[in-house]
């Protein structure tokens, strides 16, 4: 079968680091994504791995490890606006289509 | 932000009753996917499409059916809504190049 899991709750206070985990276990692999959805919200895109390293887009990071079949994504100096739900997202094909299987998520709670 | 829309945003109806939910993109976007979103289960696809008339079945596609008649519109009808398809639904849009999709604000949907 297809899978990918994270923790589904991680706390942390404001200006801290945080570092959520992602590992995968599915039929193909062609990218490790990750999304961000608050309450209410519709996901909204953060990074895309395609490739073993670390990406860094400002406060966030994505890493990927495709020999350990295993990712994160790391926010650095925490604001109370990262509380969130984060969702890593496989592309298990390498076809146009670009289906992405999603983990169900992690819900950050950022503390003061 | 992709102009992505989806209508209607709520709906409340009755086991056994046709649904129709639309999706409207203006980024003119090949590829676009409805998911529906459940606690504990994160995303999961419902149907996708590759271009005009061109769809094809996701992970949770029974009790579903899609058309796209035109490249901005997917529809995604319930031919006869039962109460386990109660669920917020998304719909995304991707380029044929990118690998962000970009989603839609979400229905959500109750059946009675």
């Known amino acids: 079968g297809q899978s990918l899991e994270q923790p589904s709750e991680v706390t942390a206070v404001e200006g801290a680091i945080v570092q959520i985990n992602c590992t995968y276990q599915?039929?193909?692999?062609?990218?490790l994504s990750w999304y961000q959805q608050h309450d209410g919200g519709a996901p909204t895109f953060l990074s895309y791995?395609?490739?073993?390293g670390l990406e860094e887009t400002g406060r966030f990071s994505s890493f990927l490890s495709r020999s350990d079949s295993y990712g994160y994504l790391l926010l650095q100096e925490l604001q109370m606006k990262d509380s969130a739900s984060y969702f890593c997202?496989?592309?298990?094909?390498?076809?146009?289509?670009?289906?992405?299987?999603f983990g169900k998520g992690t819900k950050l709670s950022v503390k003061p | 932000d992709a102009g992505i829309t989806q209508s209607p945003r709520h709906k409340v109806t009755e086991t056994g009753t046709p649904v129709t939910l639309r999706c409207h993109q203006t980024e003119n976007h090949r590829y676009m996917y409805w998911y529906r979103q459940d606690p504990g289960h994160g995303l999961r696809l419902i149907h996708y499409s590759y271009g005009v008339k061109d769809t094809d079945k996701g992970e949770v596609s029974d009790g579903y059916s899609v058309s796209r008649s035109k490249t901005e519109d997917f529809l995604l009808t319930l031919e006869s809504a039962t109460s386990s398809q109660t669920s917020v639904y998304f719909c995304?849009?991707?380029?044929?190049?990118?690998?962000?999709?970009?989603f839609g604000p979400g229905t959500r949907l109750t059946v009675l």
């Open positions: 599915t039929s193909g692999f062609y990218g």
């Open positions: 997202a496989v592309r298990d094909d390498g076809g146009s289509q670009g289906n992405l299987i």
């Open positions: 791995n395609a490739l073993d």
């Open positions: 995304a849009s991707r380029d044929r190049v990118s690998n962000e999709q970009f």
